[in-house]
């Protein structure tokens, strides 16, 4: 897979310094049910990265130094790691709220067929990607059967009470566009999902999160070979909207990946681009040190983030008018 970072690292993109630190991101590992197109983490049922057992257990020691009021797990999928349930259980006890990105067919796995249950029971929101509300568009991202298997765990989630008016179980969808464009507007997205998920499927959530394609891992690559990778380019910085800068998630999150190495986002990581200030680039340092007022590490993929609405993990930043 060829990759994109030697076209992303000159980069006129502003500078920005991180605020008050509020949401831990932990990838748990590469290992995951699916191969996505899209993927950013390049992640499949073939990986063997995976968090140790000690860095795991430092994690809620971290919560508790940082006061951090978020714990956002992610993959690969993380359920399949070993210790998932022992981190959400511990992040829990501390009153910290936890997020599991889960990518839905996950929950229909054998061994995996009482994880909705767990989430419910300890009251993890989920954050669960669905491309699109069509069988077609949906198993050519992600692969032959994965639209079935996710209406198939939405319903799950459902019975359990996610995503139902007056439930405190939270479930948002996440959008990503099918190819080299911006996400459409999140309202009209979401007001379209709404009405074609209950229409065809009567399954209902809170929220659509509608997230920019980076160009980079799986996807840069295919932008590369479809020689598409320039003009994706031209259409993020020809998009830039300055105002978007407030709100990147680098400014309150920092990612964690499966070695413990510390990051500015998840995009960051999987270019192995660390943290620039090199007395706090692992997880142990945030014991004892706040990382607050630090500059951010930058490159022109910084422009997927601040093109358009606007794209983070909770979806766009910018409310525009319908």
């Not at 059967?145 to 007056?166: E, M, P, Q, T, V």
């Not at 996807?219 to 020809?238: E, I, R, S, T």
């Not at 999150?253 to 192995?272: A, H, K, P, R, Y």
């Not at 990382?291 to 997927?304: E, F, K, L, R, S």
């Amino acid at each position: 897979m060829k990759s994109t970072i030697e076209l992303l690292e000159d980069t006129d993109f502003p500078t920005i310094k991180r605020r008050e630190l509020k949401t831990l991101q932990v990838n748990m590992g590469y290992l995951c049910n699916m191969s996505c197109v899209h993927c950013h983490v390049a992640a499949s049922p073939y990986r063997t990265e995976m968090m140790s057992r000690a860095l795991v257990e430092l994690i809620p020691k971290v919560l508790q130094a940082q006061n951090i009021d978020t714990l956002d797990l992610t993959g690969g999928a993380p359920e399949m790691h070993e210790d998932f349930e022992y981190l959400v259980k511990a992040a829990r006890a501390l009153g910290v709220k936890v997020i599991d990105r889960c990518n839905l067919t996950i929950l229909m796995v054998e061994g995996y067929e009482d994880m909705a249950q767990f989430l419910a029971d300890n009251e993890v929101e989920v954050v669960a990607s669905l491309p699109c509300y069509s069988l077609e568009n949906v198993d050519k991202q992600r692969g032959k059967g994965a639209f079935d298997d996710s209406i198939l765990g939405l319903h799950k989630l459902n019975a359990l009470g996610y995503g139902k008016s007056g439930s405190n179980l939270t479930l948002n969808l996440v959008y990503n566009p099918q190819g080299a464009t911006l996400p459409p507007n999140q309202q009209q997205l979401e007001a379209d999902y709404k009405r074609e998920l209950k229409a065809h499927f009567d399954i209902e959530f809170n929220q659509l999160f509608a997230l920019t394609n980076m160009p980079i891992q799986r996807f840069g690559a295919v932008l590369l070979a479809k020689k598409q990778f320039h003009p994706y380019m031209d259409l993020l910085k020809a998009n830039y909207v300055a105002s978007n800068l407030t709100e990147v998630m680098c400014r309150s999150t920092i990612s964690v990946n499966w070695l413990g190495e510390l990051f500015d986002c998840d995009f960051n990581q999987q270019l192995e681009i660390p943290v620039l200030n090199k007395a706090r680039r692992h997880l142990r340092d945030l014991l004892t040190q706040n990382p607050a007022d630090d500059d951010i590490a930058i490159a022109d993929h910084c422009y997927g983030c601040t093109a358009g609405q606007g794209s983070s993990c909770g979806g766009i930043l910018e409310e525009l008018a319908i």
